[in-house]
């Protein structure tokens, strides 16, 4: 029997986020619509709450948000795919969500460190009692191989 072996790297799917505005005559909601690419080239479109996790189902008009739909205490998404992450380096955070794909990721807090396996999503979000803004520690980081998004919110 003859034959070669290797490795193949199979590209992960692609996300962009972006707030929009969902306006029904009679309010504007804000929300989170997330654009997956898989790697053959299909779009998926995901409307979440700006937690990033919650679905969410327009009901009117959708639009970019403009200035006369922000309110005070405006939140903005933001979002990483395979990337470690740390809460020291993003001031103004007032959730994170923890989406594992394939492999492990590690979130390790003042707690201690927990291995959340491919399938698991992880929440944290501020409370009242804190500003709106989450504090202490969280760190993110995935096993070698890991396919995995952080999609966090943030006060301006």
Known sequence: MSGTTGSISLAGPDAEFKILCDDDGAGTVAFVRRYTTSPAGTVTVTDTGLDGTTPYTV?????V???SDAEPGE???HGEQDTAWALADHAG????????????VTATTAEGALTVPAG????WSASAGTGGVL???????????????VIWTTRP
Do not use: F, M, N, Q
Request: with cysteine.
């Open 93 to 104: 955070t007032v959730s994170v969500t923890l989406v594992v794909y394939a492999g492990t």
């Open 120 to 123: 698991g999503t992880l929440t």
């Open 135 to 149: 504090a202490g520690a969280l760190d993110l980081a995935g096993a070698a191989g890991a396919s995995w998004h």
């Open 75 to 77: 939140l903005t998404a």
């Open 59 to 63: 009901t009117g008009t959708v639009a």
């Open 65 to 67: 948000c403009t200035t």
